[in-house]
């Protein structure tokens, strides 16, 4: 495939063509770009994900990668903050289930 006006990779992509998956031509448009998790994704689910990102962390720390370590320890504190949230709303919502 030839570009325009040189065809480096600083040449922007013919029309019709997104390489940002935000851009809604791929597979599929609705996907968001926070790495395909629904928002009916459990909170199982994100405990599991948290036990990797725990993992990833320690390997990271004895490996000295200081970065990879303060990336994960946030995305950890996130997925805490997660957990804690849609296990607060299914005691709200099971609460209020009951009260019906």
Same mark, same amino acid.
């Given at each position: ?15 019709? *063509?997104?390489?940002?998956? $935000? ?8 996907? =968001?770009?926070?790495?395909?998790? %629904?928002?009916?994704? %459990?909170?199982?689910? =994100? ?9 990833? *962390? ?9 970065? $990879? ?5 946030? $995305? ?5 903050? *997660? *957990? ?13 289930? %009951?009260?019906?």
């Amino acid at each position: 495939m030839t570009r325009p006006h040189g065809g480096g990779p600083w040449s922007p992509p013919p029309p019709g *063509i997104s390489s940002c998956p $935000v851009g809604g031509r791929g597979p599929d448009p609705d996907r =968001h770009v926070g790495g395909g998790a %629904s928002i009916g994704t %459990s909170a199982s689910q =994100h405990r599991a994900q948290r036990t990797a990102t725990l993992q990833i *962390i320690t390997a990271a720390e004895a490996a000295g990668h200081a970065r $990879v370590t303060e990336m994960n320890k946030q $995305v950890a504190a996130n997925l805490d903050r *997660i *957990i804690t949230a849609l296990e607060t709303d299914g005691r709200d919502q099971e609460a209020s289930a %009951s009260a019906s």
